[in-house]
C-alpha cells in the first residue's frame, strides 16, 4: 500500500532556531501534499496544502513566513518552522495525494513529527 | 462552512462490548466521507471512505455507515487492541482539502 515517510518523528530545539521536516512518499507520485498541526486532544488543522513546483497554499491565519514549504519534487515536501517560538510546539503531520487517485482518493498520513521548542 | 461534529468525544467499553461511534456533517457537494484511526503519537491510519447516502462499508470488526447528516462507526465485540482515537473528516469541492471532526477517544478494556 502507499506509504508516507515522515522525519523527523521528534526534535527539540532551542527559541530562534529553525527547523525542517521532511514529508516523503515512497512509493508513489503526489503532487499534492497537506501540512497540518494538531494540538492535544484537538483535530487535524490543515495549514497549508503544498503543491509541486509552484507556491503553497496557506489556510487563514497560518503566517507563510514563518512555515515555509517546499515541493521541489513529485515525492518530497519539506516544512520549514522558521525562527521557532514555544508557541510553535505541537504536533506536526504530512499527508500526500496519489497523483492516480486510488479508491479512497488516495490520502495517506506520515507519522508524525512532535516538535519541541524549548 | 463546513463543519464536522464527532461524538462522544470519549468512550469506555469492556471487551466485547459494541457500540457506534457518530460523526454528523455539514457540508454541501459532499465527494466523500472518511473514517481514520490514530494511536498516540502518529499519523491518521486510513480506515474507510464512503461516497453516498446508503453505503456501507466492513472491515473486521468495524462498519461504517453513512446517510445524508451523519455517519456511524460500528465496532461489534471490540478488543482492546481496538483503542485508538477514531477520526471523520469530509471532503467536498474540488480543491482536496479534508475538514476534520475532533475525534472519539475510544478505550477498550480487558
Known amino acids: 500500500g502507499a506509504v508516507v515517510s515522515q522525519h523527523p518523528s521528534w526534535v527539540i530545539c532551542k527559541s530562534g532556531t529553525s527547523v525542517k521536516i521532511e514529508c516523503r512518499s515512497l512509493?508513489?507520485?503526489?503532487?499534492?501534499m497537506f501540512w497540518y498541526r494538531q494540538f492535544p486532544k484537538q483535530s487535524l488543522m490543515l495549514m497549508a496544502t503544498s503543491n509541486e513546483g509552484s507556491k503553497a497554499t496557506y489556510e487563514q491565519g497560518v503566517e507563510k513566513d514563518k512555515f515555509l514549504i517546499n515541493h521541489a519534487s513529485l515525492t518530497l515536501s519539506t516544512l520549514t518552522v522558521t525562527s521557532a517560538h514555544p508557541e510553535d510546539s505541537s504536533f506536526y503531520i504530512c499527508?500526500?495525494?496519489?497523483?492516480?487517485?486510488?479508491?479512497?482518493?488516495?490520502?495517506?498520513f506520515g507519522s508524525g513529527t512532535r516538535l519541541t521548542v524549548v | 462552512e463546513d463543519q464536522v461534529t464527532q461524538s462522544p468525544e470519549a468512550l469506555r467499553l469492556q471487551e466485547g462490548e459494541s457500540s457506534s461511534l457518530n460523526c454528523s456533517y455539514t457540508v454541501s457537494g459532499l465527494r466523500g466521507l472518511f473514517w481514520y484511526r490514530q494511536d498516540p503519537g502518529k499519523g491518521p491510519e486510513f480506515l474507510f471512505t464512503l461516497y453516498s447516502a446508503g453505503e456501507e462499508k466492513e472491515k473486521e470488526r468495524l462498519k461504517a455507515t453513512l446517510t445524508k447528516k451523519e455517519s456511524f462507526l460500528h465496532i461489534t465485540a471490540p478488543k482492546p487492541e481496538d483503542s485508538a482515537t477514531y477520526l471523520c473528516?469530509?471532503?467536498?469541492?474540488?480543491?482536496?482539502?479534508?475538514?476534520f471532526g475532533k475525534g472519539t477517544l475510544l478505550t477498550v478494556n480487558p
Open positions: 512509493d508513489f507520485q503526489a503532487t499534492t
Open positions: 473528516a469530509v471532503l467536498r469541492g474540488s480543491n482536496y482539502k479534508l475538514t
Open positions: 499527508s500526500a495525494r496519489e497523483d492516480s487517485g486510488r479508491e479512497h482518493y488516495g490520502y495517506t
